[in-house]
């Protein structure tokens, strides 16, 4: 059994002076070891010196055993640290009360989320959070960076997006947060989270991470039938985001808002992956539901159903649907007098197109709707009935959410 180098060229001779890189290296690690072990020696007081620490002033003194003293400026104030002081008062806490029980005098905590103080005008001060941190909310809380908690008023909230707006009383409030622009962030470009995770008791909690990503669509289930209904588009961060953090802030290195933080994915063996929705994609949204407490979407009338979801035996046999057609939207039920109706269509209509543009399943067709028309516009829609192909105009009218 040889050895790795048995075989190699000898070794020459060592010169005299071999030991002068070692000891130059041992210099140095003692240093680092040094500078590493010294706070801890100064609260053991282990040193032949005294020394005193000023917080405030960021500076060491070193008492010289003469009576003299030196003070040593130690600044660890950073960027981040700074941001995280400007801005970390704007971060709030969002509690969810369910209502209170019949039989016991108290009220239920349903949930507890996180909030962001995004505006201030007159008399009140405006919080944006996360449609299911207050869904189904009797009442809503605000709790303030110092524990205080204020009523808060829901004045909107809309499920497509994830974004609901509190309002609250400016009394307390004496900051709100910058709006950045998410259009142009960077794919590793540093961000801060702040929010509470797990609850209030880790109230004001900062992460720091970078932007993995931009415009990542995450499907959505959104009423819970293991079907989806929606793609959220949202920046990827690996800024740690957890339960509790919903609706808290994402802030780039200018302190300003760019996202609200709003889901992680939570399966075994994935880490630092969270998503944040973009601030320009949630700014219009948080303008409709301030002035109106709801969102307008262009609508059709029907309920709608991807053609994915049904057995490929009745495409054919009893959709009568040619084999070149690969996806497309069922129209299982149709209101009378709403626009799909008056418009021509009919229950077991296929969709397969609006204004030209392919329509593969229900995310599809809301797609189109809801980010490229507004009520009151006029649609194409082409379709297929018992094997032929269809298209009609409709006049979208609207909906409220």
């Given at each position: 059994m040889g050895y790795y180098d048995d075989h190699g060229p000898k070794r020459q001779e060592r010169s005299g002076k071999s030991w002068i890189i070692p000891s130059i290296l041992g210099l140095i690690l003692g240093i680092f070891l040094v500078i590493l072990s010294l706070?801890?020696?100064?609260?053991?007081?282990?040193l032949p010196y005294q020394f005193t620490i000023d917080d405030e002033n960021n500076t060491?003194?070193?008492?010289?055993?003469?009576?003299?003293?030196?003070?040593?400026?130690?600044?660890?104030?950073t960027q981040v640290t700074d941001i995280v002081e400007n801005v970390s008062n704007t971060v709030v806490g969002v509690v969810n009360i369910g209502g209170s029980d019949f039989w016991i005098n108290q009220r239920n905590e349903a949930g507890t989320g996180s909030g962001v103080i995004y505006k201030l005008k007159g008399q009140y001060a405006?919080?944006?959070?996360?449609?299911?941190?207050?869904?189904?909310?009797?009442?809503?809380?605000?709790?303030?960076a110092d524990g205080s908690r204020i009523e808060a008023k829901l004045l909107g909230s809309d499920m497509f997006s994830d974004l609901a707006v509190l309002r609250v009383s400016a009394e307390e409030v004496d900051q709100a947060i910058d709006l950045g622009s998410s259009e142009n962030v960077k794919v590793g470009e540093p961000v801060i989270a702040?929010?509470?995770?797990?609850?209030?008791e880790f109230a004001g909690s900062v992460t720091q991470g970078i932007i993995s990503g931009k415009e990542r669509v995450v499907p959505q289930d959104l009423n819970g039938d293991g079907v989806e209904d929606w793609h959220a588009e949202v920046i990827q961060t690996d800024a740690a985001i957890n339960p509790g953090n919903s609706g808290g802030a994402l802030i780039n290195m200018q302190g300003q808002l760019i996202g609200i933080n709003s889901m992680k994915i939570a399966q075994h063996a994935v880490e630092g992956i969270g998503f944040s929705i973009p601030i320009d994609v949630a700014k219009p949204i948080i303008d409709d539901l301030e002035e109106?407490?709801?969102?307008?979407?262009?609508?059709?009338?029907?309920?709608?159903?991807?053609?994915?979801?049904?057995?490929?035996?009745?495409?054919?046999?009893?959709l009568k649907l040619p084999r070149s057609v690969e996806g497309g939207v069922v129209i299982e039920m149709i209101e009378p007098v709403a626009p799909a109706s008056q418009g021509g269509l009919k229950r077991y209509d296929v969709i397969v197109a609006l204004d030209g543009e392919p329509v593969m399943d229900v995310i599809d067709l809301r797609k189109h709707l809801y980010?490229?028309?507004?009520?009151?516009?006029?649609?194409?829609v082409t379709y297929y009935r018992e094997g032929k192909q269809g298209e009609v105009s409709i006049t979208l009218s609207a909906q409220e959410f």
């Open positions: 706070p801890t020696l100064i609260q053991a007081n282990l060491i003194t070193q008492g010289n055993g003469d009576g003299t003293t030196q003070s040593v400026n130690v600044n660890i104030s405006y919080v944006v959070t996360n449609h299911h941190v207050v869904q189904g909310a009797s009442e809503v809380e605000v709790v303030l702040i929010g509470n995770p797990l609850g209030l109106d407490g709801k969102i307008a979407r262009p609508y059709m009338g029907i309920e709608p159903r991807s053609l994915s979801e049904i057995h490929s035996y009745h495409w054919q046999n009893t980010t490229k028309k507004n009520p009151g516009d006029e649609m194409t």
